[in-house]
């Protein structure tokens, strides 16, 4: 859209408020914030735990790329992301990719991308992780982040639970408006995002970097990952959480990390 169509957004931009929403407890609404991004990116409440979509989309929506058909699938989602997400694999990739990053030669980094397929199969069974998945998001990585890393807060955060926890969030819309589950399980499992975020965050500012990486991050991991798409993507996001982390209404703001 241009520097000065974006510049217009920053001061016409205003929040989805839905009418009539239940009041939140203040743990409520820090869970919710976790989320706060992708409510920007979707016009979503920012004050309730939900798409306003109807059943049937809400389950259509969770069955392609997640997988969810019913109250155990998502159970389960619930417990992969609240064990380890993507922050798993990348805690066993990150050394690796600060390797790469310190490479001086093309020499020296084909050397370390070599070196990181035969160790990490290994690495990854120390970690009761697949191997191929750890393979797939190393290869992706390091085949992509030159075309992205210009876009990306840091190129490789101590963590990306970030990620993670807004998932956490952005699911339970999900779940809830598909019937899948009630809302005391939805906003038990918020609680438990807003504990991992905050044990490996300090700030909403370092929870937007790992979500911002993690959000790239698990775009290198897909087969075939487009750069220019990816770097389109983080730009996007990071419009939104610039206005979370500077406009003085945004939840970011108001609640203190």
């Given at each position: 859209?241009?520097?000065?169509?974006?510049?217009?957004?920053?001061?016409t931009?205003s929040?989805?408020i839905?009418?009539?929403?239940?009041?939140?407890?203040g743990?409520?609404?820090?869970?919710?914030?976790?989320?706060?991004?992708?409510?920007?990116?979707?016009?979503l409440?920012?004050?309730?735990?939900?798409?306003?979509?109807?059943?049937?989309?809400?389950?259509?929506?969770l069955?392609?790329?997640w997988?969810?058909?019913?109250?155990?699938?998502?159970?389960?989602?619930?417990?992969?992301?609240?064990s380890?997400?993507?922050?798993?694999?990348?805690?066993?990739?990150?050394?690796?990719?600060?390797?790469?990053?310190?490479?001086k030669?093309?020499?020296?980094?084909?050397?370390?991308?070599?070196r990181?397929?035969?160790?990490?199969?290994?690495?990854?069974?120390r970690?009761?992780?697949?191997?191929?998945?750890?393979?797939?998001?190393?290869g992706?990585?390091?085949?992509?982040?030159?075309?992205?890393?210009?876009?990306?807060?840091?190129?490789?955060?101590?963590?990306?639970?970030?990620?993670?926890a807004?998932?956490?969030?952005?699911?339970?819309?999900?779940?809830?408006d598909?019937?899948?589950?009630?809302?005391?399980?939805?906003?038990?499992?918020?609680?438990?995002?807003?504990?991992?975020?905050?044990?490996?965050?300090?700030?909403w500012?370092?929870?937007?970097?790992?979500?911002?990486?993690?959000?790239?991050?698990?775009?290198?991991?897909?087969?075939?990952?487009?750069?220019?798409?990816?770097?389109r993507?983080?730009?996007?996001?990071?419009?939104?959480?610039?206005?979370?982390?500077?406009?003085?209404?945004?939840?970011?703001?108001?609640?203190?990390?």
């Open positions: 859209m241009g520097i000065f169509g974006s510049i217009k957004g920053l001061f931009f929040y989805n839905l009418a009539d929403a239940p009041a939140l407890t743990e409520q609404e820090r869970g919710l914030a976790l989320g706060a991004v992708y409510a920007l990116e979707g016009d409440p920012i004050n309730a735990l939900t798409m306003e979509a109807d059943a049937r989309t809400a389950a259509k929506v069955r392609g790329p997988g969810v058909v019913d109250t155990e699938s998502a159970r389960e989602t619930y417990r992969y992301l609240i380890s997400g993507h922050r798993g694999i990348y805690q066993v990739v990150r050394p690796y990719f600060e390797e790469l990053g310190s490479a030669k093309r020499s020296e980094y084909v050397a370390i991308q070599k990181g397929a035969q160790e990490l199969p290994e690495v990854a069974r970690h009761e992780l697949a191997p191929e998945d750890v393979l797939r998001y190393f992706g990585y390091a085949n992509t982040i030159h075309e992205v890393k210009r876009n990306l807060p840091e190129q490789y955060p101590k963590s990306i639970a970030g990620w993670d807004a998932r956490v969030v952005h699911i339970s819309r999900l779940f809830l598909a019937g899948f589950i009630q809302p005391d399980e939805a906003w038990t499992a918020i609680a438990q995002a807003v504990q991992f975020a905050r044990a490996e965050h300090t700030s500012t370092e929870f937007n970097g790992g979500f911002i990486f993690g959000r790239a991050f698990w775009q290198m991991g897909m087969g075939g990952a487009d750069a220019e798409k990816i770097a993507d983080v730009s996007m996001f990071q419009l939104n959480s610039e206005r979370l982390l500077t406009r003085e209404d945004s939840p970011w703001a108001r609640l203190a990390w």
